[in-house]
């Protein structure tokens, strides 16, 4: 989309925070976008301690994420998220649909972690374990390996012939085997994983896994490939809901202008007080090693993902001149204009926002740490049978039939026994049901039809009962759940009853 200018003169300097742009003077009828056009970025590679970490987090990332399918646990895939059998298993824990509710606590832990990791440091999660990070460092170190460094990856984009060409296939082809393996994968969260290693070696994927992992694979090859800096600027939308979570005293990557202002080039012997300069020297690194190209001494920008590259690289340049590192560093606004050391920040973290933010995580992770820890692993819905709601039995008894469906979600199979006591306005209460114990496998289901009979001591149409299902096998500690439900008296027993009272 573009619209006419309507004056060369008028056009308005660029916006603090977004880099130095030359204004072009143009025509009063030349047309202008009202998009900016992407700009290819090259980062260079880096090496420091945040490199470091960056790559430690990202070797741990995918070892968990491409090895965890393939463990076993009591002969069955360690975590497996049988979306056809409605069982999530966790290791040694199944979840069922009824336990969806841990579902939200995880998503909650998420959040406040998320606040409260941003509220310290900014976006670490973006800079060091995100998955559009993590997938963009693995590509970009394959792009290194085979195209070269970043001069030589320009070089290359700006030549012709069959080795770029080659070159070019050769990175794609990878790139795109990284992909599939990382599609294979996710699916294998879902569908038994080695199932899906045989289905692969002959080509039988059904239409389900073959959707995801084709769809999974594009979205990586497409994120991590081509996109890049692309989804962390327009498509995600923490960059822009983040200032929300920052104050001044949260830690993020300053430059400070006060050490390194006015900038300039100079030699290393010489003397930069002398020639009325900082310690910048405007050698750019840190914008060469920025993933999303952003200069960081223009001021702290919604762009800046938090990797520290430019800490990494600004370092590097320090050391060779001779100056102290941490021209660009971890700060916060308060200790850039108030000159703290590095005490009064780590103070200052202790904050109000901070100590609420981990009060409220550590009371949520502790509660569900709890209620998964009692968790009971039996559960038992109780559904009377409306095709016949009463009867009376041969023996003057009033009959109601109910469906009962009984989980087992424990990891071993349990024998139960199932037993209806009676009320106050029901008496000489029996169960008719299958041979007692019953038996349920591990981490299964099964329907139960019972018949309940009871002499009514009252006139009431609905009585409330309670079915009680007990473990009797021995192992792990006993099991016990009550689950309450309604016995139905036909209307003529109640006007009878109703007589009789009378």
Excluded at 78 to 100: K, M, N, S, Y
Excluded at 371 to 378: E, G, K, Q, T, Y
Excluded at 419 to 442: C, F, G, K, W
Aim: net charge positive; hydrophobic share 45%; with cysteine.
């Amino acid at each position: 989309m573009s619209v006419p200018s309507p004056d060369a003169s008028a056009a308005a300097p660029a916006a603090p925070g977004t880099g130095s742009r030359k204004v072009i003077p143009v025509a009063p009828d030349t047309e202008q976008s009202l998009y900016e056009v992407r700009r290819k970025i090259y980062p260079r590679a880096v090496h420091g301690w945040f490199a470091r970490w960056r790559w430690t987090l990202v070797f741990a990332t995918q070892i968990v994420f491409y090895g965890l399918p393939w463990l076993t646990w009591d002969a069955r895939q360690a975590v497996l998220f049988d979306l056809e059998a409605r069982q999530f298993h966790i290791f040694g824990l199944t979840l069922w649909p009824q336990d969806i509710i841990y579902l939200a606590v995880l998503l909650v832990v998420s959040a406040f972690s998320l606040f409260l990791f941003t509220a310290v440091a900014g976006r670490l999660w973006c800079g060091y374990a995100c998955p559009q990070t993590v997938y963009t460092e693995i590509f970009l170190w394959v792009e290194r390996r085979i195209e070269g460094d970043r001069a030589a990856r320009m070089k290359l984009d700006r030549s012709k012939g069959v080795r770029k060409v080659a070159l070019k296939i050769a990175k794609h082809g990878a790139w795109i085997a990284i992909a599939l393996w990382t599609g294979f994968t996710f699916v294998g969260y879902f569908t038994p994983i080695r199932d899906l290693a045989r289905a692969s070696l002959s080509f039988s994927y059904g239409p389900w896994e073959t959707f995801w992992v084709f769809f999974y694979a594009f979205a990586t090859y497409g994120n991590a490939g081509w996109m890049r800096e692309q989804v962390c600027k327009y498509m995600c939308p923490y960059a822009r809901f983040q200032s929300a979570m920052f104050d001044r005293d949260t830690l993020v990557i300053t430059y400070d202008p006060v050490r390194g202002e006015p900038r300039g080039g100079r030699s290393k012997s010489a003397d930069a007080k002398s020639l009325g300069l900082g310690d910048c020297v405007d050698c750019d690194i840190c914008v060469q090693v920025c993933p999303t190209g952003i200069d960081i001494r223009d001021g702290l920008q919604y762009e800046c993902i938090g990797c520290a590259a430019c800490i990494d690289g600004c370092n590097q340049v320090m050391r060779k001149m001779g100056y102290a590192e941490g021209l660009i560093r971890y700060s916060t606004e308060n200790a850039l204009e108030k000159g703290w050391s590095g005490g009064e920040i780590l103070r200052r973290t202790l904050r109000p926002r901070v100590l609420v933010y981990s009060a409220i995580l550590a009371a949520i992770v502790a509660a569900a740490g709890v209620s998964l820890w009692m968790r009971v692993p039996i559960k038992m819905d109780v559904i009377r049978d409306r095709a016949a709601l009463a009867r009376e039995s041969e023996d003057d008894r009033i009959e109601n039939v109910y469906q009962l469906r009984i989980m087992n979600t424990d990891t071993r199979a349990h024998r139960f026994t199932l037993e209806v006591p009676d009320t106050e306005h029901l008496r000489d209460v029996r169960l008719l049901a299958e041979s007692q114990p019953m038996q349920i496998a591990a981490t299964a289901a099964k329907v139960v039809a019972v018949r309940v009979q009871a002499r009514p001591h009252d006139a009431q149409r609905s009585q409330s009962i309670e079915f009680v299902l007990a473990t009797v096998d021995g192992t792990g500690r006993p099991v016990v759940v009550h689950e309450k439900s309604r016995f139905l008296v036909p209307p003529s027993m109640v006007h009878e009853e109703s007589r009789h009272e009378h």
